[in-house]
Each structure stands twice: as C-alpha cells, then as structure tokens.
C-alpha cells in the first residue's frame, strides 16, 4: 500500500502546526491562537475526505476466506458501524488485534497496517458517540 505524497504533505504540515503550538503555548497572542486554531482547522476539513476514504477502502482488503468471523463483522462495520452493537463492536476489536498480531508475525506489514487503519477508525467513530472499548 503506497500512500499519497499529498497526505504526507498535510500530516508533516499537521506536525509542524501542533509542534509550533505546544512550543509557543502560554506565549501566543489571541490572534497567534486564533491563527492556529483557523490552520488546525483547515488541516483537520483537509484530512477529513482522505480519513473517510480510508475507513471506507481498507476495510475491503482485509476481507480472506480464512477469517469469516472477522469477516462478517469487517463487513457490517463498512455498512453501519455506528448501528453495531457494543458487543460486537468489541469483538471486532478482539479481533482486529488478533488478526494485526498474525500480520507482524507473519511480515505482512500491508495488512498489519490496514488492521491499523481501521482499528484507529473504530475507536475513533466509536469514541464520537461515547463508547468506550
């Protein structure tokens, strides 16, 4: 899996704002932090298609035959994971770590970066609606 020279772009300039940020905390002018917050936010709506894309894509290269149970609940999640239940959502993470760990001990680091990619996106759809894994 290759990725864009445009998303390291907007994650190295998200890098540099933040480290400028924490930097110059307690030493910005309100106008210096509104500059901030109006670039941070400019940088998340940026990243936000590329996430959504993401979330949506990586899922489908991680489907095998071998795994149906994960496979099964990979597919639910593309379709409603907000309508999962907690249940379930916990059993996909089970295994979307126990499928990364077979993928680092397998060398399939493509894999093991797309179980990545989505576990982030899990827990970051699930933390948005206040559930905790």
Do not use: C
């Amino acid at each position: 899996m290759q990725i864009e020279p445009t998303i390291w772009v907007a994650f190295i300039s998200l890098l540099g704002t933040l480290f400028v940020g924490v930097m110059g905390y307690g030493k910005m002018s309100k106008a210096d932090a509104i500059r901030l917050e109006h670039r941070l936010t400019s940088l998340e709506s940026k990243l936000e298609p590329i996430w959504q894309a993401i979330i949506k894509e990586i899922p489908r290269l991680l489907i095998s035959p071998h795994t149906p149970e994960f496979d099964v609940l990979v597919e639910e999640a593309m379709v409603n994971l907000e309508g999962m239940t907690i249940a379930k959502v916990k059993r996909l993470m089970i295994l979307l770590e126990e499928e990364y760990d077979v993928a680092v001990k397998e060398k399939n680091t493509g894999r093991a970066v797309g179980l990545s990619l989505m576990k982030a996106g899990v827990k970051s759809t699930t933390a948005g609606l206040n559930i905790v894994i």
